[in-house]
């Protein structure tokens, strides 16, 4: 099974692609979608939207997981963290994908064992974990293939059919 992990945002939007086969999970790619800050909002949203369609289009994707909402106490951040969101689970749904969502603690829980942990020890985990040479760049990259691989544990947990995880 083919998995996209989305970190999503406005200014960086995350991905990466991970196969789980078998029990074992192979690193295939990962990047991020760049925006100015200065960019007008729609044409952020536009530029998120063509290029998660170039990513799927190129890596086929079965399933995405995506960052669920968390607290938050800039509203302002919240907003467009949602609109990201947003955006990756159209692209997925375009694209024919089933969409997971997954609260960041969660994802460090899955890939470290704990919820609190520091985006270098994610990415330090996610090397070891994908058996990767390096540690993978940038951070919106990294978290992204955590996302990735937290929903490859649960999608291969005997209690997976137990539990309704997924929009599709």
């Known amino acids: 099974m083919r998995i996209i992990g989305i970190d999503p945002g406005t200014i960086a939007t995350g991905y990466g692609i991970i196969d789980a086969t078998g029990g074992r999970l192979k690193f295939v790619s ?5 925006n100015p800050g200065a960019m007008p909002m729609p044409e952020r949203f536009k530029r998120i939207h063509a290029g998660l369609h170039g990513v799927f289009d190129e890596f086929k994707p079965e399933e995405m997981a995506v ?3 968390f607290f938050c106490k800039n509203v302002k951040t919240a907003i467009a ?3 990201a969101r947003g955006i990756a689970m159209l692209v997925a749904a375009e694209k024919g994908a089933r969409v997971f969502e997954y609260a960041p603690r969660r994802v460090k829980q899955a890939v470290l064992g704990r919820g609190g942990a520091r985006k ?5 985990m996610i090397k070891a974990i994908l058996n ?12 992204a293939l955590a996302i990735a691989v937290c929903h490859a ?3 291969l947990s005997p209690l ?9």
């Open 30 to 34: 990962a990047g991020c979608i760049r």
């Open 67 to 69: 960052e669920g909402l």
């Open 81 to 83: 963290l949602g609109e």
């Open 120 to 124: 270098e020890q994610v990415q330090y």
């Open 132 to 143: 990767m040479d390096e540690e993978p760049q940038p951070a919106d990259a990294s978290d």
């Open 153 to 155: 544990y649960a999608a």
């Open 160 to 168: 997976a059919g137990l539990t309704k995880r997924g929009r599709g």
